[in-house]
């Protein structure tokens, strides 16, 4: 067996409900906490969903502060402002709340507050020096899988981002609680569980660091997304099912990981980067195709992963693998979000930008099965329009 590396969170705990509980698990887990942060958006902040969470922090003695200015990916600005109001309130412990941008704020205001490090100095890989404060992460969408990563995105232009990749990025806790996510629309339960299962399809066929701890947690996560995306979309207030897609997403996010995600993701940046569509969405719009374009190298575990998504697929390894393609196509149809760039403004005369851009994306397309050329991307876009 080749030797390999898996890294993950310290905790993970799984409790529909749990996040109204979160002083008394920050009092058992962190007793010297006091000055906690919660980092989250204007949007999230509106839904009360986070005032359990703060009052029972209160009632366990803490002096929590809320910052809720996280936009969609993160500009510079937004990182620098939440670092420093984590400096202003003396910040001892930094809580992510939202979707992958509030939890990736999240862990650049872990790393950066405390340290001496600036945020340029950071980018890249296991460019992050000493410790950082407590971190505890708990997604409100069930898509990033970012409360289980050691990255974070930032956007550094108009249009560009650069990560943030380091295991001091790992948490020290992720919460998995479903009823954060009960009043998510069904197009971004849509869009986002597609997201998580590109993470698991990825992590199963990536070229780099692919291991037996990747490839089940990829399994496990593509069985409970496939099979309860569709149900979430059109039963959004079902609890046991939400919580099934919270698991998922978070299985996918362990998955990719340690077996880094691919073109899919190097051709959804730019769509979302230069057209502002979202990340669940960008990658949704590209993922047939480049399943398609990755068929010739990934036959073989595109087939395994079919008898996952499509149990009743049979025939040679060839059909089974197009099954799980058609299967993708079939999903994104079903849930009602947009299934080609056109319909989300994106025009021909676009497509030389978007290629351009995507070959820009090394660090994925290296974990690729199969080398993508700036012609192969395009040609992507163009069956993708």
Known sequence: MTAFA???VASILSEAGLASKL?????????????PLIVTDPGFLRTGLIEPARQDMAACGMQPAVWSDVVADPPELV????VEAARRHEADLVIGFGGGSSMDVAKLVAVLTGGAQALADIYGIGKVVGGRLPLVQVPTTAGTGSE???IAIV????????GVVAPQLYADLAILDATLTLGLPPKVTAATGIDAMVHAIEAYTSKHRKNPLSDALAREALSLLSRNLLPACERGRDLEVRQAMLLGACLAGQAFSNAPVAAVHALAYPIGGIFHVPHGLSNSLVLPHVLEFNLP?????YAELAGIVVPHASGSSEARARALIVAAQQTAKMTGIETMLRQVGIEESDLDRLADDAMLQTRLLGNNPR?????????IYAAAL
């Open 155 to 162: 956007t550094t232009g108009a249009t560009t981002k650069m």
């Open 371 to 379: 080398e993508v050329t700036r012609e192969h991307a395009r040609a």
């Open 23 to 35: 002083g008394r698990v920050l009092a058992e887990r962190f007793p010297h906490a006091r000055r």
């Open 297 to 301: 190298q990934a036959e073989a575990p």
């Open 79 to 82: 990182v620098l402002d939440a």
């Open 148 to 150: 289980v990563t050691n």
């Open 6 to 8: 898996f890294q993950t």
